[in-house]
């Protein structure tokens, strides 16, 4: 029997409806989600610094960030970029139309020298070196008061958006607070005014409660399968005490969330294979906007950071593009049963 379910972070539904899983070819080919690789030519690898554009932050073994070698991650800007640090900010009409210029960063995170790792093959360390780097970019770019929002995501196989093969992320830090990012707040905003507490801190209170979907907790993090998951084996990773940026994260804190990010991904690589996914970081606004002031009244209060993995096995049809409602397949319970089992 098919279900309805509520979204509080979102305010969205979704259709849980897991006799779809009998419908022929509903899930993408694992083949097709290869890349045909050119290691050689490859800009984020190894050897090959100078195809990769002028290096913004890097962490290496002897912790300089100058040299060409040595290093662990390197932050590189985007040869393809979508928005630039050195357009002019600036709007304009043409009759009914309106537009802004390009103004904003996009930047490219190479997460391993290694080309042809996975997530799930990635030491605690080189999850800490990665996690380490994120913050060091946001750190930065929240000085810059042009921008309002930055948002981290990886794009990981030809299915979730990737267009290279080597391990990367990227950074897209915009002069505005999209559209979804700012109607979340708004929820969970109202939240805390009518509640006084935080929505997520809630939702992590509710999810340790009934631990059904749980799949991992350590002193400061949450690993489950959202009650209300739009897409087949979707997890997030929450704080279970107030941490509204990444930037607030103390050491202990990021060893942490590189333990949990580690046991999540070994048991996602297990049950899935080489499978195309979606990652983001959810984080409030750098609060530089002063323009705003009731927007932001208390947002480091109720707003929390987590992060948000949503493989990309089953294929949007039609339906989810119109109605912006996902048909989920599995059962966040049968998916977090899957992950959690020791083998």
């Known amino acids: 029997m ?13 259709i849980i409806a897991e006799n779809r899983l009998r419908k022929p070819d509903m899930f993408l080919s694992a083949l097709d989600h290869y890349f045909d690789d050119d290691v050689a030519n490859c800009p984020f690898e190894y050897g090959n610094e100078h195809l990769s554009g002028h290096e ?4 290496r073994d002897n912790g300089s960030e100058k040299d060409t070698v040595g290093w662990k991650t390197r932050v590189v800007p985007n040869l393809y970029h979508a928005l630039s640090t050195d357009e002019e900010k600036k709007s304009r009409r043409i009759g009914f139309c ?5 103004v904003g960063a996009h930047e490219v995170i190479i997460e391993t020298p290694n080309h042809t790792a996975s997530m799930d093959q990635y030491t605690i360390e080189e ?30 196989g030809k299915y979730g958006g990737a267009s290279m093969p080597h391990p990367h992320s ?27 507490r935080s929505l997520m801190g809630d939702m992590v209170e509710e999810e340790i409660r009934v631990n059904e979907r749980v799949i991992y907790e350590n002193g400061t993090f949450l690993v489950f399968t959202p009650y209300a998951s739009a897409f087949p084996f979707e997890v997030m990773v929450a704080p279970k005490h107030s941490i ?9 804190q990021i060893n942490d969330l590189s333990l949990a990010m580690a046991f999540l991904f070994k048991r996602l690589y297990r049950e899935l294979g080489n499978f195309p996914f979606n990652l983001h970081f959810f ?39 119109s109605t912006g409602m996902h048909i989920n397949p599995i059962a966040p319970e049968l998916a ?7 083998r």
């Open 2 to 14: 098919s279900q309805f379910r509520f979204c509080r972070l979102t305010e969205q539904r979704v």
């Open 56 to 59: 913004i932050f890097a962490i």
């Open 98 to 102: 309106e537009s802004e210029n390009g």
């Open 127 to 156: 999850f800490e070196n990665y996690i380490k780097t994120i913050i060091a970019r946001m750190d930065d770019l929240k000085n810059d008061i042009r921008l309002e929002y930055i948002q981290v995501f990886k794009n990981c």
């Open 170 to 196: 990227q950074i897209i830090a915009t002069p505005f607070i999209p559209k979804n990012i700012k109607e979340q707040l708004k929820i969970q905003k109202s939240y805390f005014l009518k509640h006084g």
């Open 244 to 252: 509204a940026m990444m930037t607030e994260l103390t050491q202990y």
């Open 283 to 321: 984080n409030i606004p750098p609060m530089n906007n002063r323009n705003e002031p009731e927007f932001f009244y208390k947002m480091d209060e109720y707003g929390r950071f987590f992060v948000r993995i949503t493989p990309r096995i089953y294929q949007i049809g039609g339906f989810e593009l």
């Open 336 to 342: 977090a049963k899957r992950l959690k089992e020791e």
